[in-house]
């Protein structure tokens, strides 16, 4: 259940539940929630997770103690795997889960239809970050956004403010692209992130053409004890800890350190050491992006766990300010903060001799990373439900043992009538202590009045008595929590899929698109009398189906009219810096400006008005903005189409771009026919806020280095290339250094979308119109990105 701070306002502390033990540990240690996944569809697949057939008797568990659950349903899904998802959605539902965290629209528009108090959680890979991806959520059916790791402090305060429950991040992992918008891990080695698969290659070494190097794109972990109460104060309620695939023990203490935050105001100093030796990564002890940074995210020296810093090598052995126990993990570093080999103590004490698995020299640093005594007394915590209990024990009866607390009462019955002892009664104080050993039970009765007329009852009839007086008050505290859920009885798995094909029928793709998907709950239907938010279709579908074109991205105005020149029908344009100035240079032509993935909407506002533009929308916020500024758009790269479901919901829509991550041959098999697929330019790996110009090349706002560029290169020697956008204030590009190009590799009509090159533009503007490839090639090596390589 949501708790009470001091101030007397409502919150949770949502904990990470990759595994039944990590569960266990955080539920025992004071979250007020956990999150999780099934074994398929959420973004921890690397995680032990839980199953259909399980889920409902964890989330029984944890409603024992009012904890609430959120089922992740988190991934891109395609359209060959939509009923996949529904299942596990539907799982979800029937189990009693509280929530669920959905990433794919269609199914948070189905989730937000169902009734029975599920709370529809829009995940933060749909990258909201202000008021107008807000409402477009609400509009389609969410009741918490997660807000974007990157928002600022008025941003969460703006989306709060749209009336929606607001959750954010407190501590954990930071990705260092923005949320929802990173796409190294799938190009590199076609493993998602958005699948649930990042193989994180942001955390490998680099080094930068400026000279400097290390783990320039690894981040240090969120911490964010020093603003949650100004988050709180924001209109932030749900404080969300990153990190299921963590351990046991991180779980478990985060959960304990933040309840105890939230609770008592501060952390005690052994608290907070606890917190940095279960997991620790970098040394950033705030949440930068509040305040309106852009920088402090990065440590380059490490991008693993560090551990707590407890001592030095001394004589080949720890010398540490707390004691080790034989068996405790340790790192070693040396004093540039490198890390040089781990450790393990072999014997216990503050002069402990201990395995090192490299070379050390006396004064390197050590940290530990793993304790003996920390993980028992994780382990050890243990969460019970309180109540009081009534013994009445009268002759000639069976004997009644009743439990209960403010919500339940449950009474049981002895096996056997009572007898008038014969010599000595049973005392009192002999069945309070009885009844008092609930043992391994999830129960302690406190409080227990005994109405004793002197009988002799046997302990093995008070302890049967007992046994399933708690069996059936615990049962009874399940039922009682779960009855708010009653209304899902008549939801059944069909329901959900008829409406996801209502989704899909033509004629049903305009604003009530779900309404005829709605069966009386005596038909075994779900009762789903709201409509999802769908604008008018500007073309019938047999309007677009046979328009084979091309669309160019072009950076510079003055290949706008060359475009148009040439044949391309869809012309997008994409300036460094989006202002008045560079609107005005488009003299008039239509253009669809693309609009950075972190851009500044209010700023944009100001000058958009009734100029002749459309905008490529690459976010939820984005979509928002369009429609309340009666722009046209086109859903773009962001917005990661991966299905025809979720394009139903933008029947308004002028166009889409395929996400990156599919096929040639998965897109062909849309129904949609208005999508353009990527085939040429640059390939963009990551989004992010953060300023690489700051990390790698010395950079300051006032003398900005963005113009001179900026080149990764990884071990193996591939290149990443960092461009700067503005809209307001800045974000970043980071692309592969190899072009996307497939010229020679498809020789059909299709809906092509290039990067503006005038030889480039002519060969696909023939291909699409004619089917004829001309021969045009490039000599440079590229890459053809995952057109022809489905993703994991």
Request: charged share 25%; proline share 2%; glycine share 8%.
């Amino acid at each position: 259940m949501s708790a009470m701070c001091a101030g007397k306002t409502e919150y949770e502390i949502l904990a990470p539940a990759g595994s039944k033990e990590q569960l266990l540990a955080a539920v025992n240690n004071g979250c007020d929630a956990v999150y999780l996944g099934l074994d398929s569809f959420n973004a921890r697949m690397k995680a032990p997770n839980f199953t259909a057939e399980n889920i409902a008797e964890w989330v029984d568990f944890c409603h024992l103690y009012g904890v609430k659950v959120y089922v992740t349903v988190n991934t891109s899904v395609k359209n060959d795997e939509f009923d996949g998802a529904l299942a596990t959605l539907f799982a979800a539902y029937k189990a009693n889960a509280d929530g669920v965290i959905v990433t794919d629209l269609a199914l948070l528009a189905i989730a937000g239809r169902l009734g029975g108090n599920l709370d529809v959680v829009a995940s933060t890979q749909l990258n909201c970050h202000d008021e107008y991806g807000a409402r477009l959520l609400q509009s389609l059916g969410a009741t918490t956004v997660v807000c974007a790791r990157e928002c600022s402090l008025d941003e969460v305060k703006r989306i709060a403010q749209t009336g929606v429950k607001v959750e954010t991040f407190i501590h954990g992992a930071l990705c260092v692209s923005q949320s929802g918008q990173c796409l190294f891990s799938s190009l590199v080695g076609g493993n998602s992130g958005n699948r649930g698969l990042c193989a994180q290659p942001c955390r490998n070494f680099y080094r930068a053409n400026t000279g400097k190097s290390g783990y320039l794109l690894s981040t240090s972990d969120l911490d964010g004890r020093r603003e949650y109460k100004d988050l709180l104060d924001a209109g932030a309620t749900v404080f969300k800890i990153e990190g299921r695939n963590r351990s046991v023990e991180y779980a478990g203490v985060c959960s304990a350190a933040f309840r105890q935050l939230f609770e008592k105001g501060n952390l005690a100093r052994e608290t907070a050491a606890d917190l940095s030796e279960v997991y620790s990564r970098g040394e950033m002890k705030y949440l930068p992006y509040l305040d309106g940074r852009n920088d402090g995210i990065i440590y380059p020296s490490h991008p693993r766990h560090a551990g707590r810093k407890v001592g030095v090598v001394k004589h080949g052995r720890i010398v540490a300010d707390v004691a080790a126990i034989k068996g405790d993990g340790f790192k070693v570093f040396d004093k540039s903060g490198n890390e040089v080999c781990g450790a393990v103590a072999l014997t216990s004490g503050q002069n402990a001799e201990a395995k090192f698995s490299g070379k050390v020299t006396d004064g390197m640093i050590v940290c530990r990373t793993s304790s003996i005594e920390l993980s028992a007394r994780v382990l050890a915590a243990r969460r019970t439900i309180d109540c009081t209990g009534v013994f009445v024990a009268a002759v000639g009866r069976k004997a009644i043992l009743t439990l209960k607390n403010d919500d339940v009462c449950v009474a049981v019955e002895s096996e056997q009538i009572l007898e008038k002892a014969r010599t000595t009664a049973t005392s009192d104080e002999e069945i309070v202590k009885q009844l008092q050993k609930t043992g391994d039970s999830h129960t302690t009765i406190l409080d227990i009045v005994v109405k004793n007329d002197n009988v002799f009852i046997a302990k093995s009839q008070i302890n049967d008595m007992r046994r399933r007086a708690v069996a059936e008050f615990e049962k009874a505290v399940v039922a009682n929590y779960n009855a708010r859920f009653a209304e899902r009885d008549d939801v059944t798995l069909k329901s959900l899929q008829t409406m996801a094909e209502t989704l899909l029928e033509p004629e049903h793709t305009v604003i009530d698109v779900i309404a005829e998907a709605a069966q009386a709950k005596t038909d075994g239907q779900a009762a789903v009398g709201k409509n999802i938010p769908c604008m008018q279709k500007t073309a019938s579908e047999s309007d677009r189906e046979e328009q084979y074109s091309v669309a160019a991205t072009c950076f510079a105005a003055k290949d706008i009219e060359a475009a148009k020149e040439s044949g391309v029908a869809t012309v997008i344009y994409k300036p460094e810096f989006i202002s008045e100035e560079t609107l005005s240079a488009t003299d008039g032509t239509f253009v669809y400006l693309d609009l950075p993935s972190f851009a500044d909407l209010s700023y944009l506002s100001g000058f958009v008005g009734d100029r002749n533009i459309g905008v490529v929308c690459h976010n939820v916020g984005h979509v928002g903005f369009a429609r309340e500024h009666n722009l046209p758009y086109i859903l773009g790269r962001g917005m990661n189409v991966f299905n025809d479901y979720t394009l139903a919901l933008f029947s308004d829509r002028d166009g889409f771009v395929f996400s990156y991550e599919l096929t040639i041959a998965e897109c062909s098999r849309f129904a949609a026919k208005d999508g353009y697929v990527f085939v040429d330019g640059e390939y963009p790996l990551m989004q992010t806020v953060h300023c690489p110009f700051k990390v790698a090349a010395s950079s300051t706002c006032a003398k900005c280095t963005a113009s001179k560029g900026l080149t990764y290169t990884d071990e193996r020697g591939n290149d990443f290339t960092v461009v700067r956008r503005k809209c307001g204030r800045c974000c970043f590009e980071v692309f592969n250094g190899l072009s996307l190009s497939v010229l020679g590799k498809i020789s059909r009509c299709g809906r092509y979308l290039v990067d503006y090159d005038a030889d480039t533009v002519r060969h696909f503007v023939t291909l699409s119109s004619k089917g004829r490839d001309d021969g045009f090639r490039r000599n440079e090596k590229c890459t053809s990105g995952r057109l022809f390589n489905k993703i994991n």
